[in-house]
């Protein structure tokens, strides 16, 4: 049985590009791909977790960063991780510009749909993943 | 004239279970409701991250941290990088003496949960006040 | 000595280059030897407004007014035009702006230039950096909520 993928989300709590990538992740390992993509907490890995090192170290890793501050993949690179695929919510902004997700605490609409719309993306990656060899 | 200093509340990023969504939405109804004039989040992963305005505020200026766990990443890291907390909760803990349950959807909080986060969000308030009245 | 003025308020940092001069309009102003102008927007404007998901600019040739438009930046926040600080022609605009525009969040004052104008009306209605500090401080305490993101 393969290795669950790790989803590490950026989590920023200052914006709603945090909120977006955070409910994203919980969409894919939850309800969209459960048992094949996994999370793990973000800050439990840079405060020296071993077990939370020793998975990102042995597993494919996708980062999703709210914006350019880019502090997932920062913090997954500089605590060993296997980064396979980065992904931004800035980006998704672009390709879907009439979406304006401004709320943090709890999600608009726009910042449903842009969940939804993210979270189908890193899906199909972590689908294209589990085809890879380990 | 006492001056009150802003506190700054840091959420654990909590992505492991619904008690770090919990604390992480009662931080910011804290931010965004009860005290906003008050108060300053920091953003926890950016902090990790050596970010100077996150580090050099949470050295000058008192911090709350918010834990979902008790393995306390919150705590742990502003103590490590910065001062330790002027005060700290670990929500799980609480949660076992409110006799609440935890959430369990980590994606979506239920009406309970929202009122949970609520609740949360009011003992926070009260420790900020705290914080500011003391000599 | 730092090549800044600085004011805090709440965990945020704000700066003003002490070499530049700046408009009313958030615009920072840089002569070059030609006697062209480089311009870009200032920190404030840019921490106000929020990560920046577009930008655009005019195409070079074209004809600006003192406080005519140059071009326009949106966030999820707002869409808010760019206003030239002098009366002239653009003659080149920053390539990264349209598939980068976050590089005026990151470093508005070098990197993240806007456009290169060629002035035929004089600098004397712009802001000394002493005197554009003075009022940013006001706008920082007035415009804190948005910069918290609430």
């Given at each position: 049985?393969?290795?669950?993928?790790?989803?590490?989300?950026?989590?920023?709590?200052?914006?709603?590009?945090?909120?977006?990538?955070?409910?994203?992740?919980?969409?894919?390992?939850?309800?969209?791909?459960?048992?094949?993509?996994?999370?793990?907490?973000?800050?439990?890995?840079?405060?020296?977790?071993?077990?939370?090192?020793?998975?990102?170290?042995?597993?494919?890793?996708?980062?999703?960063?709210?914006?350019?501050?880019?502090?997932?993949?920062?913090?997954?690179?500089?605590?060993?991780?296997?980064?396979?695929?980065?992904?931004?919510?800035?980006?998704?902004?672009?390709?879907?510009?009439?979406?304006?997700?401004?709320?943090?605490?709890?999600?608009?609409?726009?910042?449903?749909?842009?969940?939804?719309?993210?979270?189908?993306?890193?899906?199909?990656?972590?689908?294209?993943?589990?085809?890879?060899?380990? | 004239?006492?001056?009150?200093?802003?506190?700054?509340?840091?959420?654990?990023?909590?992505?492991?279970?619904?008690?770090?969504?919990?604390?992480?939405?009662?931080?910011?109804?804290?931010?965004?409701?009860?005290?906003?004039?008050?108060?300053?989040?920091?953003?926890?992963?950016?902090?990790?991250?050596?970010?100077?305005?996150?580090?050099?505020?949470?050295?000058?200026?008192?911090?709350?941290?918010?834990?979902?766990?008790?393995?306390?990443?919150?705590?742990?890291?502003?103590?490590?990088?910065?001062?330790?907390?002027?005060?700290?909760?670990?929500?799980?803990?609480?949660?076992?003496?409110?006799?609440?349950?935890?959430?369990?959807?980590?994606?979506?909080?239920?009406?309970?949960?929202?009122?949970?986060?609520?609740?949360?969000?009011?003992?926070?308030?009260?420790?900020?006040?705290?914080?500011?009245?003391?000599? | 000595?730092?090549?800044?003025?600085?004011?805090?308020?709440?965990?945020?940092?704000?700066?003003?280059?002490?070499?530049?001069?700046?408009?009313?309009?958030?615009?920072?102003?840089?002569?070059?030897?030609?006697?062209?102008?480089?311009?870009?927007?200032?920190?404030?404007?840019?921490?106000?407004?929020?990560?920046?998901?577009?930008?655009?600019?005019?195409?070079?040739?074209?004809?600006?007014?003192?406080?005519?438009?140059?071009?326009?930046?949106?966030?999820?926040?707002?869409?808010?035009?760019?206003?030239s600080p002098v009366e002239g022609v653009i003659t080149e605009i920053n390539p990264l702006i349209d598939s980068k525009p976050e590089?005026?969040?990151?470093?508005?004052?070098?990197?993240?230039?806007?456009?290169?104008?060629?002035?035929?009306?004089?600098?004397?209605?712009?802001?000394?950096?002493?005197?554009?500090?003075?009022?940013?401080?006001?706008?920082?305490?007035?415009?804190?909520?948005?910069?918290?993101?609430?």
């Amino acid at each position: 049985m393969k290795k669950p993928i790790l989803i590490l989300p950026c989590s920023g709590i200052g914006k709603s590009f945090g909120s977006i990538a955070r409910d994203a992740t919980f969409r894919v390992c939850d309800e969209l791909r459960p048992g094949k993509a996994d999370t793990l907490c973000l800050s439990l890995l840079v405060m020296g977790d071993d077990e939370a090192r020793n998975k990102v170290a042995s597993s494919k890793c996708i980062t999703i960063d709210g914006c350019p501050l880019a502090c997932s993949r920062n913090n997954v690179e500089r605590s060993g991780g296997r980064i396979a695929v980065e992904f931004r919510v800035m980006d998704l902004l672009r390709e879907n510009r009439g979406l304006k997700p401004r709320e943090v605490t709890f999600l608009d609409e726009d910042g449903e749909k842009l969940s939804r719309v993210l979270a189908d993306k890193v899906a199909a990656k972590v689908d294209e993943l589990m085809e890879e060899p380990e | 004239m006492k001056i009150r200093p802003k506190i700054g509340v840091v959420s654990c990023s909590g992505e492991c279970c619904g008690l770090g969504t919990l604390s992480r939405v009662a931080t910011r109804l804290v931010l965004e409701d009860l005290r906003n004039d008050q108060t300053v989040t920091i953003c926890l992963p950016l902090f990790l991250t050596g970010e100077i305005q996150e580090h050099g505020f949470a050295k000058e200026y008192p911090t709350i941290a918010v834990d979902g766990c008790g393995k306390l990443c919150a705590k742990k890291a502003i103590t490590t990088y910065s001062k330790e907390p002027a005060a700290s909760v670990d929500v799980e803990a609480l949660l076992k003496e409110w006799e609440v349950e935890s959430p369990k959807n980590r994606r979506v909080l239920d009406a309970n949960n929202v009122k949970t986060a609520r609740r949360l969000a009011e003992l926070l308030a009260e420790k900020v006040d705290k914080i500011q009245e003391a000599p | 000595m730092s090549e800044y003025y600085e004011t805090t308020a709440d965990k945020f940092v704000f700066k003003v280059l002490k070499t530049l001069r700046y408009s009313k309009d958030e615009v920072w102003v840089k002569p070059e030897s030609n006697g062209s102008i480089r311009v870009g927007l200032t920190d404030f404007a840019q921490r106000r407004a929020g990560d920046l998901v577009f930008a655009e600019v005019q195409a070079p040739g074209t004809q600006v007014a003192v406080g005519g438009f140059i071009g326009s930046y949106e966030t999820v926040k707002l869409v808010q035009d760019i206003l030239s600080p002098v009366e002239g022609v653009i003659t080149e605009i920053n390539p990264l702006i349209d598939s980068k525009p976050e590089v005026i969040n990151s470093d508005p004052y070098g990197e993240g230039w806007v456009a290169v104008i060629k002035p035929t009306s004089d600098l004397s209605g712009l802001l000394s950096a002493e005197d554009y500090f003075e009022q940013m401080k006001v706008k920082v305490a007035d415009e804190l909520k948005k910069i918290k993101g609430l």
